[in-house]
């Protein structure tokens, strides 16, 4: 169904894997290519907590194109710096919910 498509992204990422380490996962080279330029570390998750004020894990996820894993470290590292909070309700899917708290 979507053929054309694979192909023309296969062809794509072969000219991109030259620019990455031998061995990135193709969807890290994609998501890296596809991102604002916003990496997705503790200052660069502050920066978008700072600027929506209420978001989920899922909202990071999306925003930066990574697994919850690659999240779970700037959250800790934002929430022990206490730039972050917790909220108690976590969203419908069941993603924690946090508030920016760094006056």
């Known amino acids: 169904m979507h053929d054309a498509e694979r192909k023309q992204i296969q062809t794509i990422l072969k000219t991109l894997r030259k ?3 031998k061995g990135t996962p193709d969807l890290e080279i994609l998501s890296a290519v596809l991102s604002d330029g916003d990496e997705c570390n503790p200052d660069g998750v502050a ?12 909202d990071v996820m999306n925003h930066f194109q990574v697994g919850k894993y690659k999240v779970a470290g700037s959250l800790a590292a934002l929430t022990r710096a206490g730039k972050i909070e917790r ?5 419908p899917s069941g993603y924690s919910s946090y508030r920016w708290a760094d006056a």
């Open 47 to 58: 920066r978008f907590a700072r600027s929506v004020k209420r978001f989920t894990t899922a």
């Open 19 to 21: 620019n990455f380490p």
């Open 87 to 91: 909220v108690e309700s976590s969203d």
